[in-house]
């Protein structure tokens, strides 16, 4: 199985600060890495796939890069609204398997 | 607009059944692979099952292969989830998610519907 390897597991940052979330794949998965955000009680939302395409309605201060097995999640200009935990996931290849999660929160 | 009702989930003893729903609708759901992720409390998200947009594969995590069965019946739009011997770490909200293709990501996910297995 892939393993992913997310950082950091939580995250505190000030509103309209920059931040970045970090995911290692345990073997190439040639950009097939999703990013997802899930608010308190809710279910995930998908962000960004293929690495780096942003999904439809989210907000371009969003944004995701990467390739290999390093990929990142930049949020810019924080709001207080991007409180919530947020996951990566490969779909290179079955099984599917997600990062354990990051925390972010507001100062 | 496209939507994921999850429903059946509940309290069951070890080693009982319970059958999960998924209802889709707003896209034409023979269109697309359906999936099931399950969330423990307070924990990360592990992807549990697949099926393609015909039925015609179907993929599983090891833990709940031979134990849990993914179906879907186009005609109805419904997704499900057949899960026998239930086991206490089965305890878990679990997502019904739309993918948009096969080996993708999972673009639309449901409410979730919450299993407790314990005795």
């Known amino acids: 199985d892939i393993q992913m390897t997310q950082s950091p597991a939580s995250l505190s940052a000030s509103l309209g600060e920059t931040v970045t979330i970090e995911c290692r794949a345990s073997?190439?998965?040639?950009?097939?890495l999703a990013w997802y955000q899930q608010k308190p009680g809710k279910s995930p939302q998908l962000l960004i796939y293929?690495?780096?395409s942003l999904h439809t309605g989210v907000p371009s201060r969003f944004s995701g890069s990467g390739s290999g097995t390093q990929y990142s999640l930049k949020i810019n200009s924080l709001q207080s609204e991007d409180v919530a935990s947020y996951f990566c996931q490969q779909y290179y290849d079955y099984p599917f398997t997600f990062g354990s999660g990051t925390k972010l929160e507001i100062k | 607009e496209v939507q994921l009702v999850e429903s059946g989930g509940g309290l069951v003893q070890p080693g009982r059944s319970m059958k999960l729903s998924c209802a889709a609708s707003?896209?034409?759901?023979?269109?697309?692979?359906m999936a099931w992720v399950c969330q423990a409390p307070k924990k990360g998200l592990e992807w549990v099952a697949t099926i393609s947009y015909d039925g015609s594969s179907t993929y599983y995590r090891d833990s709940v292969k031979g134990r849990f069965t993914i179906s879907r019946d186009n005609a109805k739009s419904t997704l499900y989830l057949q899960m026998d011997s239930l086991r206490s770490e089965d305890t878990a909200t679990y997502y019904c998610?739309?993918?948009?293709?096969?080996?993708?990501?999972?673009?639309?996910w449901g409410q979730g519907t919450l299993v407790t297995v314990s005795s």
């Open positions: 073997e190439d998965i040639y950009n097939g």
């Open positions: 998610a739309r993918q948009d293709g096969s080996l993708v990501w999972f673009a639309y």
């Open positions: 707003g896209f034409t759901f023979n269109n697309y692979d």
């Open positions: 293929n690495a780096n």
